[in-house]
Structure formats: structure tokens, C-alpha cells
């Protein structure tokens, strides 16, 4: 099912008596999911994801703009006819009832023309409960299941309706770090194999760029950004985009453009067809090459072997916090400790932005 987003927006009053004025959670929304993929919502904390999966699934009416399913508009039906299913982010399960009554919870509720006979909601219960490998543990209760386990209950939950949309918020986020990578797969597998229009929120940059087919980077109720993964790690829109997306952060300088030429200090570090003018530059951490013949001069100040890579932390004046950190392959580094370390850059690496508004 395709989804698109058509000026929407939503304002909440402002509780805060000293800014008044209303708070808008998401502000002129236009884009559309194509179907059957896996969207990563992303941006941090407040910035509109929650907001955004509530008036996709209708939870929330939008102040104003539209939301259609297919072409169809769905802006004034209510969530239960929207064909939307929605796991929150602590699962929401009943306590008393057991995985089997949990997960059959939506087809009991069903009325009318829509009921199911009992033979047809138990087959439909275990076809969900054998999608997340859950059929061994129908007659348990959440209390008896681990939080991945109780995770994947709320997800044969949503997916028992056979929902045209599939909405996660912050799934893995009540997780330790190694179930969260396992769930991570585990919902992607369950993507594929479904194909259901799946929408993702996180405000973690390094799951959204591992899980999604398609990238929304958010801020401040505004769309930064759509666009693969990959598009976006490598063609930020803008400077908030990069420095949200990539571990470690992209590196951040005060630059200017003179003659045609981008310079960091004295260092030129690209040509650009531009007026002179004050600029910031970013460098991705596998930008810099150690090079013995490289111009770009930074101070060491540590080296941390990760395996394959390592780590450089080297000074510059013109970077933020003074401070670079630098990705390179485990080139043997001839240099001793507190002395210069030399670099060339990978020019595909280095992005320019706006000094003053952070656009490119
Ligand atoms: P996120 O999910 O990205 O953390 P939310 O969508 O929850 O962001 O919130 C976006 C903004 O809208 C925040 O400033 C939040 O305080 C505000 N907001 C969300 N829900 C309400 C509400 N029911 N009433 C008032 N303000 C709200």
C-alpha cells in the first residue's frame, strides 16, 4: 500500500505559558512511501516521528492536509477501518491473557460482516505466531517471555489483521544492544517476507541506515530529507543531515571560499565554482587518507586500533571542538605521538554548507 502525505500538518496547543503559541509537531508534510517497502522515520528526540505514525494510523486528526492509502483518502476514517497495524514501544500486551489470547485479542473484536469463525482466527493466530517463530510459546504469559520474545507478541499482534500498513514505534528501543541487532533482522525478515508497507520510527541514525529501504530524516516537525540510505550518508540536503547520520560524526569546519578555491586555514581542500564567501565544510571520517605528501596538517593526539580500521583523533584550529576524528585503513602510521599527521582528502567526502543556515 503507498502512502502519501499531502500538506499535512499538526499543531498541538502550548501548555508553556511563557512561549505561547502552538506547537507544531509536524509541519507541511509531502512525500509518499511507495509500497511494500521498510521506511526509516528518523530524527531525534520531539522532532514529529510519534506524531507522524499517530495520523497515519488515526490516532490523531491532522490540523490540516491530507493522508491517502492507494490513492485513496483516508484523512476522515477512523483507525480501526484504516487496515493499519501499530506496535508501540512497550508492546502493550495484556498481562492476564496468554501469547495465543494476545495475539487473537483483534479478531475477537471484529464485528459484523468482518467476524471470524473460531477455526479461522486459531489458524490465523498461528500463521502469525510462526511468522516471528513464536508458536512454541502460545500457552505462556508475557511475564514468562524475555522482552524480545514479548516484543515479537505485539508484532504477530499487529500483523494478525493482515494490516495493509504496518507501523513500529521505536520497537527495539526497550531492548539490550544484543537482541536489539537480532530483532533488528528478525523485523526485517518479517518485512520482506510480508511485503507490507512497513514505517519505522527510530532516533537511532546507525538502525535506521542498517534496516530501512528508505531514509525520513525529521527535525523540528520539518522533513529534512528522503532518500536510501546510502543517498543520504553520502548527499546529506543539508548540515544537520550529516552531522545526524554516520558513526563516527562527520567533522565540522569554519571555512572560505577565495578564488574559486574552498580553504580550511591555508589548506585548500576543493575547488568550487563560488563567490567568495565564509563557508562550513564537512568531512566524513573516511575522507582523510594518511599521507606523507598530504597538506592538510592536523596535531595527533591518539590512535585506537578497532581491527581492519583505525581511529585517528587529531587537532585542528578550524574544527569544531578543535578536535577531528579520522577513519583510515591500517596504514602504518611513521609518526610518533604529539607530532603533525599528515592528510589528503577524499574530495567526495568533503561537503560544503551555508556558514549561516547550514544548506548546500
Ligand atoms: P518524537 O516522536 O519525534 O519524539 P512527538 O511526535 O512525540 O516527537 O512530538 C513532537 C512535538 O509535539 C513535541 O514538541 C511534543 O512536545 C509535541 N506534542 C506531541 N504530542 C502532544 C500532545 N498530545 N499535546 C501537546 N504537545 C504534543
Do not use: W
Not at 483516508?74 to 514501544?89: D, I, K, Y
Not at 495493509?164 to 531492548?175: A, K, M, T, W, Y
Not at 591555508?266 to 575522507?287: H, K, M, N, S, W
Amino acid at each position: 500500500m503507498e502512502i502519501q502525505l499531502q500538506n499535512l500538518t499538526k499543531k498541538f496547543p502550548n501548555r508553556n505559558r511563557k512561549h505561547p503559541g502552538d506547537v507544531t509537531a509536524v509541519n507541511e508534510f509531502n512525500f509518499t512511501i511507495p509500497d511494500g517497502q521498510l521506511i526509516g522515520l528518523l530524527g531525534p528526540s520531539g522532532c514529529g516521528k510519534s506524531t507522524t505514525l499517530n495520523l497515519i494510523c488515526g490516532l490523531e486528526k491532522p490540523t490540516s492536509g491530507k493522508i491517502f492509502f492507494g490513492g485513496e483518502d483516508v484523512t476522515g476514517v477512523e483507525p480501526e477501518h484504516r487496515g493499519v497495524g501499530m506496535v508501540f514501544q512497550n508492546y502493550a500486551l495484556y498481562p492476564h491473557l496468554t501469547v495465543r489470547k494476545n495475539i487473537m485479542f483483534p479478531l475477537e473484536n471484529l464485528k459484523g460482516k468482518d467476524r471470524l469463525s473460531k477455526e479461522e482466527m486459531e489458524k490465523r493466530v498461528l500463521d502469525a505466531a510462526k511468522m516471528v517463530s513464536l508458536e512454541e510459546l502460545l500457552d505462556r504469559k508475557p511475564r514468562e517471555l524475555s522482552g524480545g520474545q514479548q516484543q515479537r507478541v505485539a508484532i504477530a499482534r499487529a500483523l494478525v489483521k493482515m494490516p495493509r500498513v504496518l507501523l513500529l514505534d521505536e520497537p527495539l528501543s526497550n531492548l539490550d544492544a544484543r537482541l536489539r541487532l537480532q530483532t533488528r533482522e528478525e523485523i526485517r525478515r518479517i518485512q520482506r517476507e510480508t511485503k507490507i508497507t512497513t514505517i519505522f520510527v527510530t532516533h537511532d541514525q546507525e538502525e535506521a541506515l542498517s534496516i530501512s529501504d528508505l531514509i525520513v530524516v525529521m527535525k523540528e516537525g520539518i522533513l529534512q530529507q528522503i532518500g536510501k540510505p546510502q543517498e543520504v550518508y553520502d548527499q546529506p540536503a543539508n548540515l544537520f543531515v550529516a552531522k545526524f547520520l554516520g558513526t563516527p560524526p562527520i567533522n565540522v569546519f569554519s571555512g572560505k571560499v577565495t578564488d574559486g578555491q574552498v580553504k580550511i586555514g591555508e589548506e585548500t581542500v576543493l575547488l568550487a565554482d563560488l563567490p567568495d564567501q565564509e563557508v562550513t565544510v564537512g568531512i566524513r571520517p573516511e575522507g582523510f587518507v594518511v599521507d606523507e605528501d598530504g597538506t592538510f596538517s592536523c596535531a595527533l593526539k591518539g590512535i585506537e586500533v578497532l581491527g581492519r580500521d583505525i581511529s585517528i583523533v587529531a587537532s585542528h584550529p578550524a574544527a569544531e571542538n578543535a578536535s577531528i576524528r579520522a577513519i583510515v585503513g591500517s596504514t602504518r602510521l611513521n609518526q610518533d605521538m604529539a607530532q603533525a599527521v599528515f592528510f589528503s582528502l577524499k574530495t567526495d567526502k568533503v561537503f560544503l554548507f551555508d556558514a549561516k543556515d547550514g544548506s548546500r
